[in-house]
Each structure stands twice: as C-alpha cells, then as structure tokens.
C-alpha cells in the first residue's frame, strides 16, 4: 500500500512539478508576447507620432503611454503618466475638449474627437487631434472606460495656418494676384482681380490671359512678354490692359514663376497693380509744374526753359528774340467788378486771342495774374517786334465774347525787349520788357513801347513817387484846381453859361515839384491810396462848391473825377451822401467823371453799383468818351446822365474828316438817348464853331479857360458872365 501511495505521491508530485514548469513556460512565453506587443505598441506610437491613452471615467484618471524621443531617430522609452481628466489639455482647450467628451458619452456621436493644445512628453506645448470610444461599460450600459490615441498635428496646424494667412493675405491685397498655368490660362485671381478687372473668378478660371489684352499694344507685343516670362521664370514692366467694360488701364505688373517638386516649371503667379491714376497724377504733376492750369498756357518755368532755347538757337543762328510783356489795363477793376470766375474766363479767351495773333508756333506763356508773355524768334529787326505788338493790340480792339452774350472789351499795354540787344538771359529780357511794359502803361495804355536805357531812370523815379505819395496828404501837397464849363445856348436868343467846373487834382511836392495827374493816379491808383486821395478830393471839391454857391453861384454845378477803384468800394455811395450831408451841397449839384474802362466790362453788373449814385441823386459823366470801346448803345444801359467826349477828337475837328464825323455821331446819338453831351479840350474858334452847330450841349477846353486855383476860378466865372452876354456863342 505503501508503495501505492508513495508511487501514486510521486506521480502527482511529478505532474505537479510538470504542471508548474508549463505554466512557468507559458507565462515566461505570454511576458515575451506582451513585451513584444509593448514593443510593437511602442513603435507604431513613435512612428506615427501619436499617443495612447485610456481613460478611466469613474475615477476621472487618464493614463497616457507615449515615447520619448531620445532625440538620436530612435524610438525611446515607452512611459507611462496618469493625469487627472481635468488637466490633460491647455487651460485654455479643455472646456471644449471636455464638451467633446461629454458629447460622446451622451451617446452623440459614434467616436470622441477633438483638436486642442497639450503640453507633450517633452513639456512642449503641441495642437493634437484625441479620437477614441468607449472600450467598457457597466451593467447599466454606461460607459466606464475609454481608450485611444493622440495624434501630435502641430506641424499640420502651423501649414494650415500659413495657407489661411496666405491665402488672406492675398484677399486683402490691392494688387490684383493671379495664378497662371504653363499656357497662361488662369488658375486662381484674388478678389482686387476682380475689383481691378471687373472679372469674377468664374469668369476666368481656365481662360487665357489674353483676355485683358488692350488694343493699346499689338498682339505680338504681349506673346513677346509671355515668351520673356516663360524663359527667365521672372519679368516685371508696365503695360496696358482692357477690363470687362472695355476701359483700358495702366498695369505695373510682376511674373514670377512656381516651380513643380521636380523642378519644372508649373505655374506663373502674376501681381498687376492699376497705375492709371497714379500715372495720370504723375502727369499732371509735370503739367502743373510747367503750365498754368487756368489757360493751359507755358507758365513761368516753362517760359524760362524755352527762352534758354531759343537765345541759344538765336545766338547760333544770328537772329533776334523779340520778348513782349503784356499786362491787361485795368483788369482788376474788371475783376472786382465782374468777379474772378468771370475774370478768369475773360483771362482764357484773352490768352486765345494772344496766341492767335502771334502765331501758334511761337511761346506765349502766363506769368500770372494778367500778366502774359510771347516770345518773338527769328526777328530781324526790332522794327518787327514792334508790328507784333501793334498786331496785339489791333486784335484786342473787338471785344471778347464771353459764354456767348456777354462781349467785353479790354487792351493790352505791351512792353518789348530784344535778345541781344537788351539782354542776353532771360532774367534780363524779362525784366526789361516788365519795365517797357510799364512805361507803356504810364504812356496812357493800350500801347506799346520798345525797351530803352532810359526806362530805368523812369522806373526808379516811379519807386521814388510811390513812396512819397504815401506821405502826401499828411504833408498838405495836394491841391485842387478847377476848370469852368459853358453851356452852351440852346436857342438864338439864349445866352450861353458858365454852369459848373471840374475838378481836377494837383500835387505840388516838395522834393519833386508839381507832379502830372496822370504820372501819380496811375501809382496811387496801383498802391490803393487813391481810395484816401479820393475822397479827399470830393470833400475839397465839395466845400469849394458849397462856398461858391453861398457867393452867389447858385444853381453852379461841379464835377470830380473818380477812379474805377474808389467807384468798387462798397461803401462809395455811403462816403458820397456823408459828404455831401457835411457840406450841405444838393446832390443834383455833383457830377461824378468815370473812365470807360470801369465801366464797360459788364453793363448788368455796373449799372447796379451806379443806380446807388443816381438814387442819391448825382449826376454820373463817361468821361473820355470815344478812347475806349463802348458804344453809346452799351451806355443806354447805364444810369449815365453826360458824355464827355475825349479831347483827342476834338483837337482833330477841322483836320480829320474822321474825328468830325465821330464827334458829330457820339452828339447826335447823346441826344437821341436823352444824354447831357460835353467836349472836352475845346481850343479853338473852329472847334467851338463846329461844336455849336451839332448843338453840343457844354464845351470845356483852354477856349474858355484853362483849370485854376479856387478864388482865380470863382474870379474867372463872375467876370466871364456879364462881360460876355452872347460871346458869339448862340447859335447861327
Ligand atoms: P480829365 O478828367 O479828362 O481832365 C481833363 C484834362 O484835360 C485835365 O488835365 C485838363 O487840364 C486838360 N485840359 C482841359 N482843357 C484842355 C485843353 O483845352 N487843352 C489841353 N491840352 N488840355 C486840356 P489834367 O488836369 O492834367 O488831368 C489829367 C487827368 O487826370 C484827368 O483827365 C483825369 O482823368 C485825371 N484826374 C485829374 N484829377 C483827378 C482826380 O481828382 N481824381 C482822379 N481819379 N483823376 C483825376
Ligand atoms: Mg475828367
Ligand atoms: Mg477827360
């Protein structure tokens, strides 16, 4: 039995033992396929770049195996790290990702994803994208476990993120960007593509770039480009474009080419950029800087450049150069007047008129103002020069028409200077063609006069002049002096009368001794100061009268020159009235004298200012009738009451068929319009004889007596009176 049982012991000791050893085999077995799959696990992770993780959701624990990177291409340690649910993704990534989370529990979805930012084995900040699903659930079904992996897309993120950038920075670029194949065809334009083109990428996409080709360039010139871009993968230039409407544009342009991964070339991206404005401003930049923008004529730059060039071509050649300065007389009185949108257009059609009288191939420029010049080459004498200007000057004899009904009359008073004779750089042509020019204008205007040494001394005693007329009325130099007129008699057994007299203004200097009327209104006529000059002249003139009247010349009349500029005050018919309520004279008794020139330029325009004047009750006179152009038909319009007519027809009567027959006409014509009608500079017996006979209505001249201090005058008027009853002044 013993043995039995010690046989049967050892059997089952040696099946035990042999139990043993297989299982420690087996296990030693099952170790070595787990580690295997470890391994395996391990580098599937490390090849793919992702991370395993399961997580336990009743624990709220996550347990995360990755591979450390040992940095040497190899797969590293397999580590393993348990990290609360909470604190797996950035701060600022869990919400979401736990939201994702929740998601998938709540049955959702068929997988849990999300992409958030973690810190990764490294402690690197990383964008993964998780995804995995439930692996155990309890008996309720509910989910306990979750397992899967995390899949390190850094690098993918930062390429997406570069193509969106990218891909908005072309949105928001100005420059219109396409992308071209090999053939030129388009591939992609961005959105200024379409704003510049007025292409919409539909429109386009798989077209050639032929389509925006202008008929500004030949059909060969574009193949050319693209030939050039093709061959140096590189071309940038300027050229023309058409858009959708068929406008054509300007286009800086730039063509790079992409290569393909094999280094062929698979695309051309081309940046075009609309330059047509910023040409068009380049352009008008030149011009501003070259030309005047109101008459598109040279301005002073130009004209400078081109009369370098022709002194050096006339030096060379052997020729002369004629410079005519012209200034317009009076034209601020036009352009205070007419105002300046009227002016400037008076400017362009004078500037018209300048150029088609000297010719289109020679410079006529705009210095500014009414200030313009021509210059004059291949001269061969000065005596030309002087016909162009007297050619000027005959071409602005007819009025300008402006828009069409409104016809105004202005003259050019013309300075000249000669290349060589009077300069030989344009600063100095210039220079003594202004000074002609103003020696013109002192010669009365509307006239032209050649350069001469001799200007100079004039020019510096005009400065001396202007400076001290600004002390004149401090220093009691002025003075008037007063010239009687006749009325003359209407009937034969009415007798003729001395009515009334002009004033007329003397400045007696100290250091320069009597000053000409005409020398010194022009100057304070240029300085303004014949706004004070004037109005104390028609105090003086109406205290002198108002003396008179109280000596017994009752119903005696006077007359006082005004200037175009003092008329332009506002306030003129305010100083007027305040004058005449000071001294007491009846408005009927004052006549005001104005020169044609202020009042022609619009007779609309004029007429309101004067209708002040006659509802004052003042008399108004057109002084120097016949000098300028207006007709007496243009007069009617006016609020005139007299016409003097110019002492230049007058001298003439009895020589100049011309003069008489004018003379003759104006006086008919002033009566028939209802006009008082008076000579001026009447000398002789003849001229009064034939002034008498056309019933002239007043003479004034050297006749009768030449201008005289205030008592000589007064003497003058009551003597005359009784001594002569009839003076052989009635008519025949
Ligand atoms: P005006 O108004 O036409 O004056 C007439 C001018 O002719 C005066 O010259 C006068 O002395 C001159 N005169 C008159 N009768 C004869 C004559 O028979 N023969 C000749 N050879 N001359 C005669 P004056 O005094 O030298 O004045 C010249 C101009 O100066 C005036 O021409 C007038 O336009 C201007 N003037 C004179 N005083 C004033 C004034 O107070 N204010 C303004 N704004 N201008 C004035
Ligand atoms: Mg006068
Ligand atoms: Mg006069």
Known sequence: MDLRFLAAAVFVLLALIALVVWRRRADRLRMVDMRELEERLKLALWATGQYYWDYDVVAGKVRRLQVKDPGDGNAGRLEAHTLDIRNVAHSEDQPLMTERIQHYLEGNDDRYRSEHRMLDADGKLIWVRASGRAVKRDAAGKVTRMAGTTLDITREREIDDEHRVAAQVLRSMSEAVTVLNRDFEFVSVNPAFTRITGYEETEVIGRSAALLDSSRHDTAFYHHIRALVTRHGHYAG???????????????????????????????????????????????????????????LPNRTLLSERLWRAIMHAQHAQVRIAVLFLDFDRFKDINDSLGHAIGDRILCAAAQRLQATVGEHHTVARLGGDEFTAVLENINSQEDADDVAQAVLKAFEAPLTIDKHLEVSISPSIGISLYPDHGLVPADLLKHADTAMYQAKAAGRRTSMRYDDTMEVATRRRAILSGALRKVLDRNELHLVYQPRLTLASTPSAAARISGAEALLRWSSREHGQIDPTEFILLAEESGLIRDIGEWVLREACQTLRDWRRQGLDDFRMAVNVSGLQLLRGDFPDIVSDILIETGVPASALELELTESVLMASAEQTAARLQAFRELGVSLAIDDFGTGYSSLAYLKRLPITTVKIDKEFIDDLARNPDDAAITGTIIAMAHSLGLNVVAEG?????????????????????????????????DFIRRWAPAQPDAALVLS
């Open 682 to 714: 009447v000398e002789t017996d003849t001229q009064m004889q034939f002034l008498q006979q056309r019933h002239c209505h007043e003479i004034q001249g050297f006749w009768l007596s030449p201008p005289r201090e205030a008592q000589d005058c007064l």
């Open 238 to 296: 300027e050229l023309w474009q058409r858009r959708k409407d068929g406008e054509e544009f300007l286009c800086a342009y730039e063509f790079n080419v992409v290569l393909d991964a094999n280094g062929a070339q698979q695309y051309f991206v081309a940046v075009l950029n609309d330059i047509t404005q910023q040409k068009r401003a380049e352009e008008e930049l030149r011009y501003l800087a070259n030309y005047d923008t109101l008459t598109g």
